[in-house]
């Protein structure tokens, strides 16, 4: 409720925000506005005071030449097209997500977390790799990115360096022994090759030689150890199937009989 001129004037809220909505599009100032609707500018004012619109405390500028008013435009495209590029960022991280959520499910993860948390510094060495060559960004911010310290990506490429030189001598003795033994196993292997890992200070266990060979795609594969007993090709006389359109209805209508294939030497 307002006064001017001896007469009470009353608007509504929705009066007042429409001002100041009319405001804010900056086709219309304060002066023009109070002209139009028969409203004081210090009434306007009061109002950007009541709604906390910082925005229109100062001067509106007038979009009056066609320069401005193309630049507008051209900066509302490029609002669009920043829209329609982080909704394309937000479905590509849903798809990356769900390729995370099945691998971490195949792989006998309890959660994403958990698979994430076991992949980091490995994760974190390809990255720092990628931005060494691209010059993207920083190593403390490539670390920053993984939740990690600078520091923890010196010392996980010393225990990485270390690792790849142990794994680089463990299958130079794989291939020796396997130079006898073409199709030795991994237990075996490791029985074999105890005292060599024993001499050269590695500390080799099975589910780790399991690992290593498993991650060079070197495990022995089983054969499947079966017999082709039928040899429907054969020279001999075939006889017909004499039952073939025949209908059982009683016990002892038909028999049938089978051959047993024993390997011998």
């Known amino acids: 409720m307002y006064k001017n001129d001896g007469v009470t004037r009353r608007y509504s809220e929705s009066f007042k925000l429409k001002i100041l909505a009319e405001l804010s599009t ?3 100032s ?4 109070s002209r139009i609707y028969g409203i004081q500018s210090s009434t306007i004012n009061e109002w950007v005071r009541k709604y906390d619109r910082k925005d229109l405390m100062n001067t509106r500028i007038m979009v009056e030449t066609k320069d401005e008013i193309s630049r507008l435009k051209a900066l509302q495209k490029e609002v669009e097209q920043l829209k329609e590029l982080l909704i394309k960022k937000d479905l590509d991280k849903l798809v990356l997500d769900s390729y995370l ?6 792989l006998g993860y309890k959660n994403v977390d958990e698979f994430k948390k076991k992949l ?4 974190l ?4 790799s ?3 060559q691209t010059g993207v ?3 403390s911010d490539v670390c920053s990115c993984f939740n990690l310290k600078r520091d923890a990506y010196y010392k996980y490429q010393k225990r990485f360096k270390q690792r790849e030189s142990a794994v680089s001598q463990v299958l130079e003795m794989v291939k020796q022994e396997r130079k006898g033994q073409p199709r030795v196993g991994t237990r075996k292997l490791h029985s074999a090759l105890h005292e ?3 001499h050269a200070h590695l500390k080799i266990g099975r589910d780790c030689l399991f690992d290593i060979l498993r991650e060079k795609n070197m495990l022995v594969k089983r054969e499947r150890a079966y017999a082709k007993t039928t040899n429907s090709y054969h020279h001999f006389h075939k006889y017909n199937n004499l039952i073939k359109e025949l209908e059982v209805t009683r016990p002892n209508q038909v028999w049938v009989s089978d051959i047993t294939y024993i390997r011998t030497g």
């Open 196 to 198: 060599g890992f024993h």
């Open 120 to 123: 980091r510094h490995q994760a």
């Open 101 to 106: 959520e099945v691998a971490a499910d195949n």
């Open 26 to 28: 900056g086709k219309y």
């Open 130 to 132: 990628i931005t060494k």
């Open 125 to 128: 060495m390809k990255a720092t």
């Open 30 to 33: 304060k002066r023009q506005l």
């Open 137 to 139: 960004a920083s190593i």
